[in-house]
């Protein structure tokens, strides 16, 4: 018989994304809304679906969801590319523009996906460090940028798992300085007080990511998009899979964006909790950063992230665990949830902390 063929490369010790599955009462961990989409939403999905040809092959283009999308960031649709999730669209950026002998820039701690996909299609990865208070440092990404010269360079705005912000002056700077194509992910822009959006142009080797699991309270759709040059969009096309993106999503993209106004509400909501949780946090025994996202970051002065983590799970409340990230010992990051559900946590808190 013969034996099983080696992998093609080397990922050694490699490992993929893992967000823990506890069954708790309270979940707070992976920064999805806490709000289901509107009953409107719904209904207006389920009529469309009764009407729609499963026998056939969904819109390869997806192009009524592209224009919807477009609309809506005042671009145009071939500006606009769509995926299974922002991470997809991350992958495909990397099938475009990675790969062997090419690297891309990231700089710790930030979003763990980005440096995770850049190993999987064997894209070196230069890691910058970011200052001691998780600001951006730009004479290291002179630095970073200058070696390594990378055709991809990663900014997180706001920054994943940190929760600050870029400001323009600092990414309009990384842009300047940028050898290749540009890439912001905004998965948690709605939450901020700018969008790099308003720098996308044709002539501008920037990117801007989005996702749909976080304000528009569908993660269990997987969906996401840029917004770029339409030349950087017509490269995408070409890597990704035939009918990559499926009937069902499409719709449901779509018509979520006719509740625009509602999402906006919940977002101001959830900027209140926000602050609101941070102000909570400052008074207890435990370190946090400033956030422009729809988490928290803290760390415990007094007891090991992981005690604390395990203790909160003990109580039925489970946040991330962010102990082993780069230069994050002993973090823990807490998503808003509902007020109910950041009184459970900050109850069970006071009490581990005691």
């Given at each position: 018989m013969a034996a099983f063929p080696e992998p093609a490369g080397n990922l050694g010790e490699l490992e993929g994304y893992h967000s823990p599955q506890v069954d708790v009462d309270v979940r707070l961990n992976t920064n999805e809304s806490p709000y289901p989409p509107p009953r409107e939403w719904v209904g207006e999905l389920v009529a469309e679906l009764e009407r729609t040809q499963f026998h056939r092959y969904p819109d390869r283009a997806a192009r009524a969801l592209r224009e919807a999308l477009a609309e809506l960031h005042g671009v145009r649709a071939d500006q606009v590319f769509a995926a299974n999730g922002s991470n997809e669209v991350l992958q495909t950026l990397f099938l475009t523009y990675g790969g062997p002998g090419r690297a891309c820039a990231v700089f710790e701690p930030t979003y763990a996906m980005h440096s995770q996909i850049g190993h999987?299609?064997?894209?070196?990865?230069?890691?910058?460090?970011?200052?001691?208070d998780f600001t951006l440092d730009v004479t290291e990404v002179k630095r970073v940028l200058g070696d390594a010269q990378p055709s991809i360079t990663f900014l997180c705005s706001p920054n994943n798992p940190t929760g600050r912000g870029e400001p323009r002056a600092v990414v309009e700077e990384v842009m300047r300085l940028a050898p290749g194509l540009m890439v912001v992910d905004e998965a948690y822009a709605q939450f901020s007080s700018w969008t790099a959006l308003e720098l996308v142009s044709d002539d501008?080797?920037?990117?801007?990511?989005?996702?749909?699991?976080?304000?528009?309270?569908?993660?269990?759709s997987r969906l996401g998009y840029l917004v770029g040059p339409a030349s950087v969009v017509s490269e995408l096309e070409k890597r990704v899979l035939p009918y990559h993106l499926d009937a069902v999503k499409q719709v449901a993209g779509r018509l979520a964006l006719r509740h625009t106004a509602e999402m906006e509400e919940r977002v101001a909501a959830l900027v209140a909790e926000r602050e609101r949780l941070q102000g909570e946090l400052a008074a207890m025994a435990v370190e946090t950063w400033p956030s422009e996202a729809n988490f928290v970051l803290f760390r415990p002065l007094d007891r090991t992230g992981d005690e604390v983590w395990q203790a909160l799970v003990d109580r039925g409340v489970l946040v991330r665990n962010c102990s082993s990230w780069p230069r994050l010992g002993d973090c823990l990051r807490v998503t808003v949830g509902t007020r109910a559900e950041d009184d459970r946590f900050l109850a069970a808190l006071r009490e581990v902390l005691a």
């Open positions: 999987q299609t064997f894209t070196g990865v230069a890691v910058g460090q970011r200052a001691e501008v080797p920037l990117v801007v990511t989005r996702t749909y699991s976080k304000t528009w309270s569908m993660a269990g």
